[in-house]
């Protein structure tokens, strides 16, 4: 069950359901909203919506439009129990240890018999969600794993918990479903692991123009603050990006962008349309590009540098910047 919600965490939902359809089981998105969407841009493949229906026209919705939902919470049931039109596929979701949605695990038989005998539940399965699956070294995640079996012994239905970090870590969790997410971008959904390691390759290449190349004097400052000075007469280099695009505002010292094939640091603040970058020792001419992640330098890298997570990267890139598919 590949995730795409979230615009397939920034590289847009309906190319990725068209690139993936064929080599999945169902696609996983949040909202119901990220369901139709999908449905109207003509993809068949099953649809999972994990935070399950808000109002009941959301349960005609499914039906209509054969999407499965997550049933999480009790104005959820009501909602089933007062549904008088064509049944839908559902899943019950427990919380095993991540205390954020779902029923308590010692309700799941009670619920999995009633919502077995509704006649507006076609099918049933169940599903849950590790909370810290990313650490290695948690004991939290065997420990979730024992409620699963636990909590769903002898219950003929299918079980899915497993997230990327599981997928790759921690292969007793498979279960009957997988859900990657994060990995499918390819970025490392483990700590300390970097995506190399597991083989996996991006998705996502950012990439922006050098729109200018300026000579500084020694002790010239650059930026907003002027929280940058040239240590001695140089070139920089403005390249048309920013915090209005996605790039993280908050980089710190370290960051780079790739130009040319070379690493060359960032240097002042970002702007909300330009950062600046070091060009001494560097070949480069207005209208090069530079690769701010992406192939030769990993999002979890950049993400690093700015006390963040590749996924709010992805998910921050905004509407204003060109998505280029490739076949």
Known sequence: MAVIKSLAYGHGAVPVAQALHDVVDAFAVARMEEAVT???????TPLVVLEGPTCGAHL??????????????????????DYADEPVDCWIKFDTG???????????????????RLPDVASLRLMSHFACADDLSDQSTPDQLQCLHQATAG?????????????????????????????LYGASPVIGK???HY????????????????????????????????????PIGAVGIGYGDGYPRHVGAGAQVLLNGQRVPVIGRVSMDTLTIDLRGIKAAVGDVATLWGEGLPADEVAGWA?????????????????????
């Not at 999908?38 to 068949?44: E, N, P």
């Not at 205390?99 to 009670?110: M, Y």
């Open 98 to 116: 991540m205390h954020r949605l779902g029923f308590p695990p010692a309700r799941v038989r009670e619920l999995f018999a009633e919502l077995s």
């Open 60 to 81: 005609e919705t499914a039906f209509k439009l054969d999407l499965q939902v997550v049933i999480h919470h009790e104005h959820q049931l009501a909602l089933l129990r």
């Open 199 to 234: 083989g996996l390759r991006p998705v996502m290449s950012l990439r922006a123009p050098l729109i200018a190349i300026n000579h500084l004097q020694a002790g010239d400052a650059v930026g907003y603050g002027a929280t940058w000075r040239a240590p001695e007469a140089m």
């Open 194 to 196: 970097t995506a190399a």
């Open 38 to 44: 999908l449905r109207d841009a003509g993809v068949r």
């Open 155 to 183: 219950l003929e239905a299918e079980r899915s918990i497993a997230n990327s970090a599981a997928v790759l870590a921690w292969p007793d969790s498979h279960a009957d479903w997988v859900r990657p997410g994060l990995m």
């Open 307 to 327: 006390n963040t997570i590749a996924y709010t990267l992805f998910c921050g890139v905004t509407a204003r910047v060109q998505r280029c598919y490739k076949d």
